[in-house]
């Protein structure tokens, strides 16, 4: 299973940008898909996630200005983040919860990352 971020870059702080991913492979079903980020000396943290019955968890830092949303075929995820101010800058790393069709149970993937710089 592979998960291929895109849509990062530089933006000026007040800003928007649009973070997509998507899943491939072996994928009998997705749960839960969602958005992480890490900024340099900073732990991995959720920005936002949302299951396949399209319910939504969000971390404080972005409740009013990130939308996460799925896709129409379930594999895709999308960050939609506005009004970014520099504190958003990091890398951000797709997460898929995958059944497997060739290993039993659930499976925690991840995205290689996708660097977000918000300027001053």
């Known amino acids: 299973v592979q998960l291929v971020e895109s849509g990062g870059g530089l933006v000026q702080a007040g800003g928007s940008l649009r973070l997509s991913c998507a899943a491939s492979?072996?994928?009998?079903?997705?749960?839960?898909m969602g958005w992480y980020r890490q900024a340099p000396g900073k732990q991995r943290e959720l920005v936002a996630a949302i299951t396949s019955g399209v319910s939504t968890n969000y971390a404080d830092s972005g409740k009013g200005r990130f939308t996460v949303s799925r896709g129409n075929a379930k594999n895709t995820v999308y960050l939609q983040m506005n009004s970014l101010k520099p504190e958003d800058t990091a890398v951000y790393y797709c997460?898929?919860?995958?059944?497997?069709?060739?290993?039993?149970?659930?499976?925690?993937?991840w995205g290689q990352g996708t660097q977000v710089t918000v300027s001053s």
């Open positions: 997460n898929a919860d995958v059944v497997d069709v060739t290993l039993p149970g659930m499976h925690d993937y």
């Open positions: 492979g072996s994928i009998f079903k997705i749960n839960a």
